[in-house]
């Protein structure tokens, strides 16, 4: 008889855990003009013009509006990103980033 080993192996399945998804949120100002708001959405979260007028507008009516949803580090960046682009014009305007 060989030395084989016939029972069948267990094998362990991981379980990968899919990373907690963030909203970046605009917040309404009234001194970053409407259009600097759109180029903004376009630029850095690719909304096209009619989605980013709408994220604008509804931003600019109630105060905040929620842009996109992503993993973390990219939510962070992509806020960070914004705020420096507006920085360096001199506007105010404001992203934040909360859990989904």
Known sequence: MSNT???PRLQQKT???KPQLYKVVLLNDD???REFVV???KGEFRLDNAQAEVVMMTAH???ACVVSVYPK???ETKATRAIDAA???GYPLQFTVEPE
Request: hydrophobic share 40%.
């Open 5 to 7: 080993d016939l029972k």
């Open 15 to 17: 379980k990968v855990q």
């Open 31 to 33: 001194y970053t003009p």
């Open 39 to 41: 180029l903004i959405l």
């Open 61 to 63: 009516q109630k105060g």
């Open 73 to 75: 580090d990219v939510a």
């Open 87 to 89: 920085g360096r014009l």
